[in-house]
């Protein structure tokens, strides 16, 4: 009998439970330089999945890593983050969202998930407001729906911009200047530290936001020195113009320290200051592997075996987020949005990699603990552990600290001094510019790629300057400008030779169409990050006019620059090219009829053009010590307005509108804020053209060449 039921069992067919998919899904920006820092996060979120075998009672579990930055933007991108948020909020399963990187990008994410229940948990979000009241209206702004779907492993900015100004008063610095890149995260941490640097007693000097795509801060470096500040705090993204900025105050002869808060703890970062981060300042939440328990430590290890390289800052934030994730979701055992939400917001003494730790009620972690790192050699060394609610300790720094005076500059040298850097950058702007008014005044065409050009020969400028000593640095600049040229001239027959007699919004949109593409080609040529280029002067860059900071570098600047400006003048004048060029200009008809080789001429323009672009893109990096694939939209816009400013067309217009614009924002970054300088050169712009539609030196019906 007992047989017989056996038999019986083995032969009922047994059912095997059916396997569901939840997914999840990260949003952090893969594109630009960002990059890095992201990667190591979506690690760490791999680490986590791969220790579960992908697999959660009887669900296995998908991820899917999605990129919320675009290549125009170079960093996270508002619309590419609603596309994802949307995407994720529509797809069934999808049951967490792990992501942000910029709190910008969670304030557009989280109402959108909300809408469906959808949880958020975030390894790198701190702006205080996306959880409790910051600004007007928050954070019930956020959750349309009434409850909460957004929580954060890593602590918020209201505890950071704390342990950094106790950081600071410990370090005995009394007076301050605060910056800020504007946007969510870095404004929100800036004021935070401005409030609690007031109430130590510390002395806060200034307080302005920045230009992120400025092509430098020398003016504001000026206004910093002579304010007497010990420390420049920035509150932003590396993103934003933070390593730019650390380089244009040390070669502007400011010796204030600068601290920058957790965005700034990258690769990228070191990488965008060059060797100028030395001594830079950064806190972060949390400690480093070293000071945190042996766990943590382990996961370093594996890190780094796993994946080859060092994790950044939040990829353990990142490991802990999906961690207790997949708790929550084998906690429910339901495929459950609401539920799964509930259970991951409820989360309490959850013993992870960064102790044990809780969820509030308004989804922040109860982790406070805080770091500061020096920069030492080109790496993060860990400096002290930050505890704002003690007294503040007595402490040191690995790099001496340069002894900061106020300046005793007069009102008139100041002036002068601005001048003067007013007119190193507008010489950059005018070189660019004469290309915009060389093909405008031939054929009428706004060759919007131009900025573009002008990029590429500073990224050409950059590959070989590494293989030039002395008089070689002589062949990078001629090949700088050569290379420019052959782009510049293959445009023109790809593209501009074809549509010429076409309606001119066809030309146009080509233009701006082969913008995108040379700007595209720059990233995937030289990376999406700001990268360092050489000083080629170093110590030899000396101050030449005692009290007013004007340097060698910017005199080298203006010297090249009026050469090549004066040269194309007597060139379009003098020379048999140059009245050619000028006769077509007037009527290309009459020209030809003349035995003018139209087509010749206007391709000799655009070899023209490049080589000068290609000349003002050397000059930009071997100033500004800095080359990035996006640098061509914002300096091809200023010598565009310059152009118009002139006198589109005009080749002295577009030489003169170029020193206007430089001396116009570096006056107004200095006397008024560097934030202010765009609004006001094209405020001018609008001025002159409502008295002088024509520009300066045009007329209504344009000057030609």
Not at 103 to 124: C, D, E, R, T, Y
Request: aromatic share 10%; hydrophobic share 45%.
């Amino acid at each position: 009998m007992k047989s017989f039921l056996l038999t019986l069992l083995l032969a009922i067919p047994v059912v095997a439970q059916p396997v569901e998919t939840i997914r999840l899904v990260s949003s952090l920006p893969l594109t630009g330089s960002s990059r890095r820092q992201s990667e190591t996060m979506v690690g760490g979120i791999q680490m986590a999945l791969e220790e579960c075998h992908h697999q959660v009672g009887r669900f296995r579990i998908d991820y899917r890593s999605w990129d919320d930055a675009s290549a125009q933007a170079g960093t996270w991108d508002a619309s590419k983050e609603k596309e994802n948020a949307s995407r994720a909020a529509a797809d069934p399963d999808v049951m967490a969202y792990l992501g942000t990187y910029n709190s910008g990008a969670a304030k557009i994410a989280i109402p959108i998930l909300n809408q469906v229940g959808l949880v958020m948990v975030s390894p790198a979000n701190t702006y205080p407001g996306l959880t409790k009241a910051a600004d007007v209206g928050e954070p019930e702004l956020y959750y349309p729906r009434g409850f909460r779907n957004f929580c954060r492993v890593v602590p918020d900015d209201s505890l950071q911009g704390q342990a950094g100004a106790w950081w600071a008063q410990s370090l005995g610095l009394r007076r301050v200047f605060i910056l800020d890149d504007k946007e969510l995260y870095g404004r929100g941490i800036a004021l935070v530290f401005e409030k609690s640097a007031r109430e130590r007693g510390l002395t806060v000097v200034g307080h302005e936001g920045v230009d992120a795509k400025a092509s430098d801060y020398r003016a504001l470096v000026n206004k910093i020195r002579d304010s007497g500040a010990e420390l420049v705090y920035f509150g932003g993204v590396t993103q934003n113009g933070s390593g730019k900025l650390v380089k244009d105050l040390r070669a502007g002869g400011c010796g204030a320290l600068f601290m920058g808060p957790d965005a700034t703890k990258e690769q990228a970062f070191l990488e965008a200051a060059g060797p100028a981060a030395q001594g830079a300042l950064v806190t972060l939440g949390g400690l480093p592997p070293e000071h945190m328990s042996e766990a943590a430590q382990q996961w370093y290890e594996r890190y780094r075996k796993r994946f080859g390289s060092e994790p950044e800052a939040y990829a353990i934030y990142a490991y802990e987020a999906a961690k207790v994730t997949l708790a929550a979701i084998e906690k429910v055992g339901q495929k459950d949005r609401d539920k799964i939400r509930q259970a991951v917001m409820a989360t309490k003494d959850y013993h992870g990699l960064l102790g044990t730790w809780s969820f509030d009620a308004n989804g922040d972690t109860s982790l406070t603990s805080m770091s500061g790192f020096e920069v030492v050699d080109g790496q993060f060394q860990f400096s002290a552990a930050l505890s704002p609610a003690d007294p503040p300790a007595a402490l040191q720094l690995k790099t001496a600290r340069a002894q900061v005076q106020v300046s005793q500059s007069t009102a008139f040298e100041v002036l002068i001094e601005q001048v003067l850097a007013g007119l190193a950058n507008g010489s950059l702007i005018a070189i660019i510019a004469l290309g915009y008014t060389l093909v405008y005044g031939l054929v009428e065409l706004i060759n919007f790629a131009h900025g573009d050009v002008f990029m590429m020969g500073a990224l050409a400028a950059l590959s070989g300057v590494g293989m030039a000593s002395g008089w070689g640095v002589v062949g990078v600049l001629l090949g700088a400008m050569l290379f420019s040229a052959l782009i510049n001239r293959s445009i023109d027959k790809l593209a501009y030779q074809r549509l010429r007699g076409k309606p001119r919004l066809v030309p146009l949109i080509t233009a701006i169409g082969m913008s995108f593409v040379l700007m595209n080609l720059g990233g995937f040529w030289k990376g999406w990050s700001p990268i360092y280029f050489p000083d080629l002067l170093g110590s030899a860059d000396v101050n030449l006019l005692g009290p007013i900071h004007f340097k060698l570098s910017q005199a080298l600047v203006i010297g090249l620059a009026l050469p090549l400006m004066i040269g194309l003048h007597l060139f379009i004048h003098y020379t048999r090219l140059g009245k050619a060029m000028r006769a077509t200009a007037q009527n290309p008809q009459a020209a030809a009829l003349m035995g003018i080789d139209v087509n010749r001429t206007i391709g000799a323009a655009f070899w023209i053009g490049g080589a000068l672009a290609g000349a003002a893109g050397f000059l930009y990096a071997f100033y500004n010590h800095e080359v990035r694939f996006d640098l061509g939209f914002r300096q091809g816009l200023n010598a565009f307005t310059a152009a118009v400013l002139g006198g589109i067309g005009n080749v002295k217009g577009a030489m003169l509108g170029g020193l206007i614009i430089g001396v116009v924002e570096a006056l107004t970054s200095y006397y008024a804020s560097q934030a202010l300088a765009p609004a006001v050169v094209f405020g001018v712009l609008i001025a002159i053209i409502l008295v002088k539609p024509g520009g300066l030196l045009g007329s209504n019906l344009a000057e030609k060449v």
